[in-house]
Nanobody
Framework: QIQFVESGGGLVEPGGSLRLSCTVT????????MRWSRQAPGNQREWIAT???????VYESSVKGRFTISRDNAKNTVYLQMDSLKPEDTAVYYC????????WGQGTRVTVSS
């Protein structure tokens, strides 16, 4: 059974930084691209970043240049470094593989507020 365990969220002021982690069990981690998505209050979940098996990355336009996705295959973990945070980045953040599993983790909440 695949499990995604996200961590690292919290309350941060605008302009601040956070580093999210997601540890995955139950899959051959090296074999999949990994993605981060987020769900803001009242909105649908949206994709924001992908890291491929070879480390290549793709970002949604609103986070490009501010967020960095990376992976550590030895630890079955994908990271999201978030810099220059804005209030509109407030959301619950989730990871998943690609193709996505229907079952998601609990997510980690990020609140950007002064």
């Amino acid at each position: 059974q695949i499990q995604f365990v996200e961590s690292g969220g919290g309350l941060v002021e605008p302009g601040g930084s956070l580093r999210l982690s997601c540890t995955v069990t139950g899959i051959d981690f090296d074999s999949y691209s990994m993605r981060w998505s987020r769900q803001a209050p009242g909105n649908q979940r949206e994709w924001i970043a992908t890291v491929a098996r070879n480390g290549a990355t793709v970002y949604e336009s609103s986070v490009k240049g501010r967020f960095t996705i990376s992976r550590d295959n030895a630890k079955n973990t994908v990271y999201l470094q978030m810099d220059s945070l804005k209030p509109e980045d407030t959301a619950v953040y989730y990871c998943n593989k690609f193709p996505e599993e229907q079952s998601w983790g609990q997510g980690t909440r990020v609140t950007v507020s002064s």
